[in-house]
């Protein structure tokens, strides 16, 4: 359901979380003439004076490290992605009538532009930016927000009715959403994660469907057919259901044939690429390129578009991404691998002579498995982070005794640099978040790539 925005008007709105989102979302609603009202446990004094200020002059009302006075006072309650709606005081909000929602959701009612939205355990920014370079090349005026990084509210207030806005969604975005409906919807994968917040596969997979839950005969949803637990959550779907396929052929959907990517409509089979030429590695990156295929495809763009976009993209930060060569030893940096699924994908797609960075904030997460995904393809681990040694911990029970305890990131790749000889590989995948450490990902991710660049001097 779209919301005329001049409904926002008058309204007694609290947002609670001043990340990206929020702030976005503080801008939007004070644009749409909401009475706002901020939330966040962080200090006055850790916000950037100038948006303060804005604070101030919009008279907004400030609840830093501390929560408001009354819950019964607002009529809509707009949560960031990192905020659980379990909160005592949220709940209390809801139960005194006011809606409890996301960014995600409003910027979904108010805008006029049309949705692309694609969720899963891993590979939806690697997708999510693919789908987006297709599109532009396609010539729409598209807009890639969300999880990526760029708030989708901030996108949607202006968006006009021919724009797109390919949106990359977490779990935590989809679970305050009620009306949301892409034309498109993806959904990767599904392996453990975020089960700290979630606390059962069967509460994560509910939250990842409601990406489809208000689609119709007339929307799309791609799903990984070869993924049994991801693809059983589109049971009930009401929509069109298009699987990919890296393993099977099929009579509806992409799959690879005679070793080619290709999506089959109607019959007809429109071949859009061999993997080989594609400039991206790994077997997790042709089930997204697959995956994005489809999404652009079903989205009306013609094979030939897709096909130039896919050769074209070279990837994205931060996802096994090529960082040089010193001395004969290839670096690369895979710091969105924040959990153990992720970081044995890249494992997997660098395959051997490993020397391997690992650790940080571990959600939860048990790391036999992890370990056990060695294979032989890891020389040496070097363990970083707050929980490191739950990793550790995992790899004496597991029979793995190649690894070293550093004290942070600059420690790990001196020692890696020591340790590697030419031919190997030194892999930061950490298969844990970054928040012991690091504000994100990214800053895990620069803060290695520098440590690289000075080897090079």
């Not at 694609?118 to 693919?130: A, D, H, R, S, V």
């Not at 806005?165 to 935590?172: A, H, I, K, M, N």
């Not at 070793?259 to 429109?270: C, F, M, P, S």
């Not at 153990?340 to 650790?359: F, K, Y």
Request: glycine share 8%.
């Amino acid at each position: 359901m779209r919301t005329n925005p001049d409904n926002i008007k008058g309204n007694r709105i609290l947002i609670v979380g001043l990340g990206r989102s929020g702030i976005a979302a503080v801008h939007a609603m004070l644009d749409l003439g909401a009475v706002v009202s901020v939330q966040d446990d962080r200090e006055r004094a850790s916000f950037d004076p100038n948006f303060i200020t804005y604070l101030e002059n919009k008279k907004v009302t400030c609840w830093f490290h501390c929560l408001p006075e009354d819950m019964g006072a607002y009529d809509m309650v707009i949560l960031s992605p990192g905020v659980n709606p379990e909160l005592p005081f949220i709940q209390e909000a809801k139960a005194r009538g006011a809606e409890i929602t996301g960014e995600l959701e409003i910027a979904f009612r108010i805008s006029r532009g049309e949705f692309i939205a694609i969720t899963g355990t891993n590979g939806k920014t690697t997708t999510t930016t693919l789908v987006g370079e297709i599109f532009k090349e396609s010539g729409r005026t598209t807009h890639v927000v969300g999880n990526i990084g760029t708030a989708v509210i901030g996108a949607s207030e202006t968006a006009d009715e021919d724009d797109w806005l390919v949106t990359e969604c977490s779990s935590f975005q989809l679970e305050t959403t009620r009306y949301f409906n892409p034309h498109v919807s993806a959904i990767l994968n599904l392996t453990p994660d975020h089960l700290n917040r979630h606390h059962t596969m069967e509460a994560y997979g509910a939250a990842k469907a409601k990406i489809f839950a208000n689609q119709t005969g007339e929307d799309f949803l791609v799903i990984n057919y070869d993924d049994k637990l991801c693809y059983g959550l589109a049971e009930g779907a009401k929509c069109n259901v298009i699987p990919f396929s890296r393993k099977e052929e099929l009579e509806r959907g992409a799959f690879l044939k005679d070793g080619r990517i290709v999506i089959r409509e109607k019959g007809v089979i429109y071949d859009i690429c061999d993997p080989k030429d594609l400039k991206i590695i790994g077997d997790h990156n042709v089930e997204n390129v697959l995956a994005a295929s489809a999404i652009a495809f079903y989205a009306g763009i013609a094979p030939e578009v897709i096909t130039r976009a896919v050769l074209d993209f070279g990837g994205v930060e931060h996802r096994i991404e090529y960082c040089g060569t010193v001395d004969g030893i290839k670096y690369y940096n895979d710091s969105k691998g924040t959990n153990i699924d992720a970081a044995v994908t890249a494992l997997r797609a660098i395959r051997e002579n490993i020397i391997l960075i690992a650790g940080g904030d571990a959600k939860g997460q048990v790391f036999d498995e992890f370990i056990e995904a060695f294979q032989g393809s890891v020389k040496k681990m070097l363990v970083l982070g707050r929980d490191g040694h739950f990793i550790t911990e995992a790899a004496d029970r597991c029979g793995f005794s190649d690894y070293i305890v550093c004290k942070d990131l600059p420690d790990c790749v001196k020692r890696a640099a020591a340790i590697a000889e030419p031919g190997d590989t030194v892999l930061l995948s950490p298969a844990c978040a970054s928040w012991d450490m690091y504000d994100n990902y990214e800053q895990r991710g620069e803060h290695f790539k520098e440590c690289v660049r000075l080897l090079e001097e």
